[in-house]
């Protein structure tokens, strides 16, 4: 403990609630106070999001909003969760380079091969550098432990997938924000659950809670001036640190001690994961087997993604997002009620509820044609 915690246990206040509420708080008004700034400087050097034949917007809207929010979680994160950092010596490092990478792709837009080198490179450093990786699937198609190279691999290949993924989401306004905020709330929620010892990820996980809500806030707004997008800086930043927590959370439910203490395990912990984190992995998922099946490129950019099945709908943003959000929560509900099923059946069940909630926008236009 550091004098100022000292301080504080002293005063009779438990450190980690002190922590948890700072973090929150300071996050999101760095956040908060940033934003007008950045939106400023932005439209005075004319930083904007051209709108384009995939946009669902129609108007230039700054998109550098992810700079506020690396800007309020790099703060915060070194004061009120430093532990994190000792820990995984490479984390800040990796926030850093896609933070860089971010900002070039949005003011420069710089080509693929060169962003998804960064995206290799940072979630190498995290997985070989801090050794957060997949180490076990539970017996998930009859896997369990994972040899060290075969879990690094498969490791950096989820980091890049979901960081790509959840970039694909940020298609309409609140949407990536929103489900973010869920996402590091439920894992945050579970971590409080397990112990002390996973405290650190806790108020990790406020801190991004409170810069997400604060860049909501203007997101959503209706007011053309103070509107702004996370840009590819946000969606990458927030994809790969909801890629961390998330491997994280399956790596405290592998059978094992900590000081002694016998961990609680959990055997359906990585379906669990993959449902807190099923809307980026479905929307993936959907677009290239629709692109594959029509023999189209899979990297090539289209609008088939649920956003846009939403919009044809005539919904709006708003509401748009409140459907699949909606949804998500609804499938989060039935994830925890068969949460002791067999791994290999509640993956099965997970993934065909996603892709229903994916089709149901395009049976619903059916519908009213018919």
């Known amino acids: ?20 509420v700072l973090g929150f708080l300071i996050s999101f008004l760095i956040t908060f106070i940033s934003i007008p700034t950045i939106i400023q400087v932005s439209k005075r050097k004319n930083l904007m999001d051209e709108p384009s034949d995939r946009s669902s917007h129609i108007r230039k809207i700054p998109n550098l909003g992810g700079i506020a929010i690396f800007f309020s979680i790099g703060v915060c994160a070194s004061i009120f969760a430093y532990e994190l950092f000792d820990l995984y010596k490479f984390l800040f490092a990796s926030l850093v380079i896609l933070l860089y990478i971010g900002v070039m792709d949005d003011i420069l837009m ?21 050794d957060v990786r997949i180490r076990d699937l539970f017996g998930i198609f009859g896997i369990h432990e994972l040899n060290y190279f075969i879990s690094v691999a498969f490791s950096i290949f ?15 306004d609140g949407l990536a924000g929103t489900y973010s905020v869920l996402c590091s709330a439920l ?7 397990l112990g002390e010892y996973n405290y650190p990820l806790v108020v990790f996980s406020a801190i991004i809670v409170g810069s997400v809500l604060a860049f909501l806030y203007y997101n959503l707004s209706k007011h053309r001036r103070v509107k702004i997008f996370m840009g590819d800086t946000g969606s990458m930043i927030l994809g790969f640190l909801l890629a961390f927590t998330a491997i994280n959370f399956i790596d405290i439910f592998i059978e094992k001690k900590i000081f002694g203490v016998p961990m609680y395990h959990l055997k359906s912990a990585p379906v669990i994961a993959v449902a807190i984190l099923i809307l980026p992995i479905i929307d993936t998922l959907n677009v290239i087997l629709i692109r594959l099946f029509q023999k189209k490129s899979p990297f090539k950019a289209d609008k088939n993604h649920i956003h846009h099945r939403l919009l044809s709908l005539d919904l709006s943003h708003k509401k748009s997002t409140m459907y699949i959000i909606s949804y998500y929560l609804f499938m989060i509900l039935i994830t925890y009620f068969l949460r002791h099923l067999e791994n290999n059946l509640f993956l099965l069940i997970i993934v065909g509820l996603g892709f229903l909630g994916a089709y149901m926008p395009n049976i619903i236009l059916k519908l009213k044609k018919s």
């Open 187 to 193: 894992f945050g929620g579970s971590y409080f659950y």
């Open 110 to 130: 710089i080509k693929a091969y060169k962003k998804l080198f960064a995206q290799i490179l940072v979630s190498a450093l995290i997985v070989i550098g801090s």
């Open 1 to 20: 403990m550091n004098k100022i915690e000292f301080l504080i246990a002293d005063i009779g206040i438990p450190v980690f609630y002190v922590k948890l």
């Open 158 to 172: 989820t980091f890049v997938i979901l960081i790509n993924a959840f970039n694909l989401i940020d298609g309409i």
